[in-house]
């Protein structure tokens, strides 16, 4: 049973970079711009959170460990600064998203790359000494069961990711906010007819989508690993993708299948361990998540899911 | 004389803003501005902008532009012309060139192929594995090999445009996560051929090989080979069939406009399953190039190494074109082969990467170029 506790904490850790990135798409494509660039945004956020918090690491020592808070916040206001290039192409001068997307894809790996030559001189960054630490919430963790699963040995992150499912449901079902970017994102002219600004609405949807993707780089290279590399993320903005398609493109459903892509991935860890699985390859809970994710968009095509002017650039005279 | 440059500069002005020429002129000039941002990153972060420019001659011409300075003004006896570098340029030309010809084909019928990449995984397989597991004559088995991977690539393209045909599931999520499986699923079935390592499979049987002891022994032990030929075929094939065929006016009209096809009695459906299995083949023809070509070995990959969304580049700089494709796998494949020089000489080779993600991103912003080239043609109508 305790296998069991810990493999579900496991896959919460794991599946708090799919969750947040997976919401960064949400905003964007519910605003109507596609966003292939997740991956790329999460390791401009990743190499800007691990950056930072190599080099902040000195100047808080003996204090609090407050490096890796700052090393979030970078990430996350790189992610958001690096989106207007996505949103300024996508909105403004109606290119094609996918290309676009792909170009930062590209530029992701050679900018942060050079950036490591030109600050660390190497081809990674240089590894920082904590980022965060696994914690155990006194008194909660004592609760059976939930306690085990939720407060023993987990990182903080993890609770952000959950509150920001929370928060991003309530934004976009709850708010005229939300209204408004939904509504540019199904049906752009009529959403212009009443007022909204088209233009607006996407903006604040990409750089909402950048600034949650290079928080969940910044979130996964601290949590999971010891230093920026190139193979830091690793398809993680991908699999974000498909969470969100077999989400539904709904918060809830986000975090459904960020969930279970995450915990498909942790499965391999533990091939050994469980009788049922041992013996496939770790390959297969590696390809898992992208075969399932092809399934469900056979599955969904019959009912019209997903925003209806995603990937379209918005022209006022089409009718 | 002030008159004659004057002329002569709205003549320019003239070509570039004509709405024909901008289909070449409007790459050039993302390209250009590609390497004026690679140039401007270079100033900013402190290092000499000339060593990319010196590295990409070194690269495609085989001349050390350095040492031949050094010899003539300091009595150095510096190497001054190696041929291996303009073989390895070709051997990093061949697969983007190839992978560019796949994502061209399958923008024609108004189809993105992000999956090059797992196309090319596919096909590179597919020729190892004929080549691991036959022991042919060459004249068998080479064209068995080379083929095997073509199909292979072009089911790896087929599922897609199935799914894409009869359900209407968007290629681009589709072949995106076609390459993820891709990637695992080979490197898992990699592992299980006789002999491997964690890391790679045995050498091919020679008979199944592309590589070539002339050819390495004239470019001074580079990696070149025999697929050169197989590219020259694709690019006049991909020619033929788009520009010469039936076959190719109906996907070109895919293209332009579904509905009419359909209205005017093609078989669209069959033509987008058609389309993306033939741009399928393509990029498993580069896997091909690389893995029976530039290796002689199947490796397993940590991650993807890229010459799939190279291949965007290439068939966007190339005008979606087969000879433009040639040309700008020929640009991307130097900016490539200079990347070893580049880190010999002290410089980030990661700047090749941003220059070619530069490009991308400028011609991504071509209807932005196209307005700032209308500019000019303003302001000449109204003098």
Same mark, same amino acid.
């Given at each position: 049973?305790?296998?069991?506790?810990?493999?579900?904490?496991?896959?919460?850790?794991?599946?708090?970079?799919?969750?947040?990135? =997976?919401?960064?798409?949400?905003?964007?494509?519910?605003? &109507?711009?596609?966003?292939?660039?997740?991956?790329?945004?999460?390791?401009?956020?990743?190499?800007?959170?691990?950056?930072?918090?190599?080099?902040?690491?000195?100047?808080?020592?003996?204090?609090?460990?407050?490096?890796?808070?700052?090393?979030?916040?970078?990430?996350?206001?790189?992610?958001?600064?690096?989106?207007?290039?996505?949103?300024?192409?996508?909105?403004?001068?109606?290119?094609?998203?996918?290309?676009?997307?792909?170009?930062?894809?590209? !530029?992701?790996? =050679?900018?942060?790359?050079?950036?490591?030559?030109?600050?660390?001189?190497?081809?990674?960054?240089?590894?920082?000494?904590?980022?965060?630490?696994?914690?155990?919430?006194?008194?909660?963790?004592?609760?059976?069961?939930?306690?085990?699963?939720?407060?023993?040995?987990?990182?903080?992150?993890?609770?952000?990711?959950?509150?920001?499912? !929370?928060?991003?449901? !309530?934004?976009?079902?709850?708010?005229?906010?939300?209204?408004?970017?939904?509504?540019?994102?199904?049906?752009?002219?009529?959403?212009?007819?009443?007022?909204?600004?088209?233009?607006?609405?996407?903006?604040?949807?990409?750089?909402?989508?950048?600034?949650?993707?290079?928080?969940?780089?910044?979130?996964?290279?601290?949590?999971?690993?010891?230093?920026?590399?190139?193979?830091?993320?690793?398809?993680?903005?991908?699999?974000?993708?498909?969470?969100?398609?077999?989400?539904?493109?709904?918060?809830?459903?986000?975090?459904?299948?960020?969930?279970?892509?995450?915990?498909?991935?942790?499965?391999?860890?533990?091939?050994?361990?469980?009788?049922?699985?041992?013996?496939?390859?770790?390959?297969?809970?590696?390809?898992?998540?992208?075969?399932?994710?092809?399934?469900?968009?056979?599955?969904?095509?019959?009912?019209?899911? &997903?925003?209806?002017?995603?990937?379209?650039?918005?022209?006022?005279?089409?009718? | 004389?002030?008159? +004659?440059?004057?002329?002569?500069?709205?003549?320019?002005?003239?070509?570039?803003?004509?709405?024909?020429?901008?289909?070449?002129?409007?790459?050039?000039?993302?390209?250009?501005?590609?390497?004026?941002?690679?140039?401007?990153? $270079?100033?900013?972060?402190?290092?000499?902008?000339?060593?990319?420019?010196?590295?990409?001659?070194?690269?495609?011409?085989?001349?050390?532009?350095?040492?031949?300075?050094?010899?003539?003004?300091?009595?150095?006896?510096?190497?001054?012309?190696?041929? *291996?570098?303009?073989?390895?340029?070709?051997?990093?030309?061949?697969?983007?060139?190839?992978?560019?010809?796949?994502? +061209?084909?399958?923008?024609?019928?108004?189809?993105?192929?992000?999956?090059?990449?797992?196309?090319?995984?596919?096909?590179?397989?597919?020729?190892? $594995?004929?080549?691991?597991?036959?022991?042919?004559?060459?004249?068998?088995?080479?064209?068995?090999?080379?083929?095997?991977?073509?199909?292979?690539?072009?089911?790896?393209?087929?599922?897609?445009?199935?799914?894409?045909?009869?359900?209407?599931?968007?290629?681009?999520?589709?072949?995106?996560? $076609?390459?993820?499986?891709?990637?695992?699923?080979?490197?898992?079935?990699?592992?299980?051929?006789?002999?491997?390592?964690?890391? *790679?499979?045995?050498?091919?049987?020679?008979?199944?090989?592309?590589?070539?002891?002339?050819?390495?022994?004239?470019?001074?032990?580079? *990696?070149?080979?025999?697929?050169?030929?197989?590219?020259?075929?694709?690019?006049?094939?991909?020619?033929?069939?788009?520009?010469?065929?039936?076959?190719?006016?109906?996907?070109?009209?895919?293209?332009?406009?579904?509905?009419?096809?359909?209205?005017?009695?093609?078989?669209?459906?069959?033509?987008?399953?058609?389309?993306?299995?033939?741009?399928?083949?393509?990029?498993?023809?580069?896997?091909?190039?690389?893995?029976?070509?530039?290796?002689?070995?199947? *490796?397993?990959?940590?991650?993807?190494?890229?010459?799939?969304?190279?291949?965007?580049?290439?068939?966007?700089?190339?005008?979606?074109?087969?000879?433009?494709?040639?040309?700008?796998?020929?640009?991307?494949?130097?900016?490539?082969?200079?990347?070893?020089?580049?880190?010999?000489?002290?410089?980030?080779?990661?700047?090749?990467?941003?220059?070619?993600?530069?490009?991308?991103?400028?011609? +991504? $912003?071509?209807?932005?170029?196209?307005?700032?080239?209308?500019?000019?043609?303003?302001?000449?109508?109204?003098?």
């Amino acid at each position: 049973m305790d296998t069991l506790y810990s493999m579900l904490t496991l896959a919460l850790i794991f599946s708090t970079p799919i969750i947040i990135a =997976g919401l960064g798409g949400l905003f964007s494509e519910r605003s &109507g711009i596609v966003n292939i660039a997740l991956e790329g945004l999460m390791m401009f956020g990743a190499f800007a959170g691990a950056a930072a918090t190599v080099l902040l690491e000195p100047v808080f020592a003996g204090g609090p460990n407050l490096a890796p808070w700052f090393g979030l916040t970078i990430g996350l206001l790189t992610g958001a600064t690096v989106s207007i290039l996505h949103a300024y192409l996508s909105i403004n001068l109606n290119a094609d998203q996918v290309i676009s997307g792909t170009g930062i894809n590209l !530029f992701a790996v =050679g900018a942060t790359v050079y950036m490591s030559e030109i600050i660390f001189g190497q081809q990674r960054t240089e590894a920082f000494n904590k980022g965060f630490i696994k914690t155990t919430v006194p008194g909660l963790s004592k609760i059976p069961i939930i306690g085990e699963v939720f407060f023993s040995n987990i990182y903080v992150t993890v609770y952000i990711a959950i509150a920001l499912v !929370f928060l991003t449901w !309530f934004v976009v079902y709850k708010t005229r906010f939300g209204l408004r970017l939904r509504s540019t994102g199904e049906n752009p002219h009529a959403a212009d007819s009443m007022g909204i600004s088209v233009k607006k609405m996407r903006y604040i949807g990409v750089i909402l989508s950048g600034a949650l993707a290079g928080l969940a780089g910044a979130v996964m290279v601290l949590t999971q690993d010891t230093q920026y590399t190139v193979g830091s993320i690793h398809g993680t903005g991908f699999i974000a993708l498909a969470a969100l398609i077999f989400g539904r493109w709904k918060p809830f459903g986000v975090l459904m299948a960020g969930f279970f892509f995450g915990f498909s991935q942790i499965l391999s860890f533990y091939i050994n361990d469980i009788p049922l699985i041992s013996g496939l390859p770790f390959e297969f809970f590696n390809a898992f998540p992208y075969a399932v994710t092809i399934v469900a968009l056979v599955v969904f095509s019959s009912k019209s899911v &997903g925003p209806k002017a995603a990937g379209e650039p918005y022209d006022k005279g089409k009718r | 004389m002030k008159e +004659a440059i004057s002329l002569r500069f709205s003549k320019f002005k003239k070509y570039i803003t004509n709405e024909k020429n901008q289909k070449f002129v409007v790459p050039i000039i993302a390209v250009l501005l590609g390497f004026g941002v690679g140039v401007l990153i $270079m100033i900013v972060t402190g290092r000499n902008p000339l060593d990319i420019f010196l590295s990409l001659f070194k690269a495609t011409s085989g001349f050390d532009i350095e040492n031949i300075w050094d010899n003539t003004f300091n009595g150095d006896d510096g190497k001054i012309f190696n041929p *291996r570098y303009i073989g390895e340029w070709l051997v990093f030309s061949m697969p983007i060139i190839l992978t560019g010809l796949s994502v +061209a084909f399958a923008f024609r019928t108004g189809l993105f192929n992000i999956g090059a990449e797992g196309q090319l995984m596919a096909g590179g397989f597919g020729a190892i $594995m004929v080549g691991l597991l036959f022991d042919l004559p060459t004249i068998i088995h080479l064209p068995l090999a080379v083929l095997t991977g073509v199909l292979f690539g072009a089911i790896w393209g087929f599922v897609p445009g199935l799914l894409k045909a009869k359900f209407n599931v968007h290629e681009v999520v589709v072949t995106i996560m $076609m390459n993820y499986i891709a990637l695992f699923t080979f490197n898992y079935l990699y592992k299980q051929f006789e002999g491997s390592t964690n890391a *790679r499979t045995l050498p091919i049987n020679g008979s199944a090989s592309l590589s070539s002891e002339f050819l390495s022994k004239i470019t001074n032990l580079s *990696r070149l080979h025999w697929g050169f030929i197989f590219v020259i075929l694709a690019v006049v094939a991909f020619w033929l069939i788009i520009d010469k065929t039936i076959f190719g006016f109906e996907l070109k009209a895919a293209g332009f406009n579904k509905h009419a096809s359909k209205y005017a009695g093609m078989k669209v459906n069959r033509n987008i399953i058609l389309s993306m299995v033939i741009a399928g083949g393509f990029a498993g023809l580069a896997g091909v190039m690389i893995s029976i070509g530039t290796f002689d070995y199947g *490796r397993v990959l940590p991650a993807a190494e890229g010459f799939g969304f190279d291949g965007i580049a290439v068939a966007l700089v190339g005008g979606l074109s087969a000879l433009g494709s040639v040309f700008a796998g020929l640009l991307f494949g130097a900016l490539k082969a200079a990347q070893p020089i580049m880190q010999a000489s002290g410089i980030p080779k990661d700047i090749a990467n941003i220059i070619i993600s530069a490009i991308v991103i400028f011609v +991504a $912003m071509q209807t932005g170029i196209k307005q700032f080239l209308g500019r000019f043609k303003d302001k000449e109508e109204d003098e």
